[in-house]
């Protein structure tokens, strides 16, 4: 959740005082530089949410990047952050990709996120040149007061592709997309639970099979991702007594081989990004930060974030990491929001990893 608009360095400055005064285990945040960055956003003030990687399977380096703009809808990037297309689909507020969805006849790449102009689930297809195109037999509308959060699971074992939105009252909800013929999709409500705040941040975790929520004033909880699950969340981190510092917003995962990797969250009270493992309890590994860099200023109050491990070429040969900056500074004066790109290499040199 964004708090109301202000100079970077005034911020920066009363995040730090509020951190000197939490009950916040002092952490040794690690710090890391973009190496590129998006054209920032076309509206003003807070536009910019969460990002989405598009894997080029044919040539990795022509991968892409989608990017909310809560205010006008699904903004396409190339990996040097140039704009590519724009699409006025609503105010998507979070969005998420999964490859491979079967057809009838074919297998197609779906783009989906949380539709606040009409309360719905936007599904879309994308192909290499960045353009999507609607894909919905029928609108998916929400039960939920009013959708917030977002994020796809692919259930490797059956093949079975999900939807999950939250909502700013606490409720989830978890939608099966099928194809419903005629080169369609269909959404079935099949599971609903809740957390008691406000959730945001969502990732799914198509091998191990978890949904993770940030709950935005606790931490972050942990489900079981079976559209048959019945069991409570389990809070692997809190803002309380964990490594967090409210709110709690962006999740992703970076898979590593044989259910290892990392599990991040973005921990927007105090500018940084939380790293977990991926496997067994999700044991907290580390923070970063993105600072300035020579001509790429840093992130703040961050939102969304996402992650993938895939070898994008030369420029990001271990993955890319992906951050919507909040306070985007160009040459000292305040621009319109946009998102930074680190090369994953760098978070694993800076925290050690292997």
Not at 81 to 104: A, C, K, T, W, Y
Not at 130 to 151: A, H, M, R
């Amino acid at each position: 959740m964004k708090r109301n608009m202000k100079f970077k360095s005034t911020y920066i400055l009363a995040t730090i005082l509020l951190a000197a005064c939490s009950q916040t285990p002092k952490m040794d945040i690690k710090s890391v530089q973009a190496v590129a960055e998006t054209t920032p956003m076309p509206t003003v003030g807070d536009a910019a949410d969460d990002p989405a990687i598009w894997i080029n399977t044919n040539n990795p380096e022509s991968s892409l990047i989608i990017g909310t703009n809560k205010k006008a809808g699904l903004s396409v990037f190339s990996l040097k952050g140039e704009l590519i297309n724009h699409f006025d689909v609503g105010m998507i507020n979070n969005v998420d990709i999964r490859q491979g969805f079967p057809m009838s006849n074919r297998q197609i790449d779906i783009v989906a996120g949380s539709n606040r102009t009409d309360n719905s689930v936007l599904v879309m297809t994308i192909d290499s040149t960045g353009t999507l195109s609607p894909i919905l037999k029928n609108p998916i509308i929400s039960k939920l007061d009013e959708v917030y959060g977002f994020c796809l699971y692919h259930e490797k074992k059956t093949n079975r592709f999900y939807a999950i939105v939250n909502g700013k009252n606490g409720g989830v909800e978890q939608w099966e997309l099928t194809d419903g013929g005629e080169n369609k999709i269909t959404g079935t409500l099949v599971r609903t639970f809740k957390v008691n705040g406000q959730p945001e941040g969502c990732v799914a975790d198509d091998d191990l099979g978890f949904i993770y929520l940030g709950e935005e004033d606790r931490g972050i909880w942990k489900f079981e991702a079976s559209a048959n699950s019945k069991g409570q969340g389990q809070l692997i981190d809190s803002i309380t007594t964990g490594h967090l510092v409210a709110d709690v917003e962006g999740l992703t995962i970076y898979y590593g081989e044989n259910g290892k990797g990392y599990l991040i969250a973005s921990s927007q009270g105090n500018n940084s990004y939380a790293v977990y493992k991926r496997e067994e309890n999700n044991q907290y590994i580390g923070s970063f930060n993105i600072t300035d860099s020579q001509g790429i200023d840093g992130t703040a109050e961050t939102d969304g974030i996402d992650v993938t491990s895939i070898n994008l070429g030369d420029q990001f040969p271990k993955g890319i990491f992906i951050a919507q900056d909040g306070y985007n500074n160009d040459n000292g004066k305040e621009a319109n929001q946009n998102f930074k790109f680190v090369d994953w290499q760098e978070i694993l040199k800076a925290l050690n990893l292997n």
